[in-house]
């Protein structure tokens, strides 16, 4: 019972790193809380919504921020001070970020509260582990998340003994969010 419960421990530490998803040093976290990092957005078409504070992106859609995001439609929320105060991208959901990779059918990105939800499908990979549920929350300050799953079913995560990442034991490369979104979907 020890040995299962120990093994209960690692699984779940292990799952915590595998979905979290680094972020800048908690000094600057501390003084400043919301990412004054720009939002970069490339797509086909883009229509800006002033009475709602709002800008639609669609077609081929690549934002970038901390991590670059990928979709069909992509649309940004303006709060009362013209800051961008949530993000939310739905159709072929990608996001990438170092060694993770995350799809979903929606990802909703509250940029003062630094989370990310997941749903439609979500999985999150790092290396060759994966992460399944219905909805998968991402608390990027804290480096932890939440995987939730509902109606019968459960969440679903495979760690794999040996880590498999494509990038770590090459040098460093440097890839457009271009080259990222137009990549195997």
Not at 10 to 29: G, H, N
Not at 58 to 69: H, K, S
Not at 71 to 88: A, M, Q, T
């Amino acid at each position: 019972m020890q040995h299962s419960f120990s093994s209960f421990v690692i699984a779940a530490a292990l799952f915590l790193a595998i979905i979290s998803f680094p972020s800048s040093s908690p000094a600057v976290q501390a003084s400043n809380p919301v990412s004054k990092k720009p939002v970069t957005v490339t797509s086909d078409t883009m229509e800006a919504n002033t009475n709602e504070s709002k800008v639609v992106f669609r077609g081929n859609v690549a934002a970038v921020e901390d991590f670059t995001l990928c979709s069909d439609e992509l649309s940004i929320l303006y709060d009362d001070k013209r800051d961008v105060s949530e993000i939310e991208a739905t159709g072929n959901v990608r996001i990438f970020q170092d060694e993770k990779k995350s799809t979903a059918g929606r990802a909703v990105y509250d940029r003062k509260g630094r989370l990310i939800v997941l749903t439609g499908d979500p999985q999150v990979t790092q290396c060759n582990d994966v992460i399944k549920g219905d909805r998968i929350t991402v608390y990027l300050d804290d480096n932890n998340a939440v995987v939730e799953s509902g109606g019968g079913k459960r969440v679903k995560a495979v760690i794999m003994p040996e880590k498999k990442c494509p990038g770590q034991n090459a040098p460093e490369r440097t890839v457009s969010e271009e080259s990222l979104c137009n990549g195997a979907r």
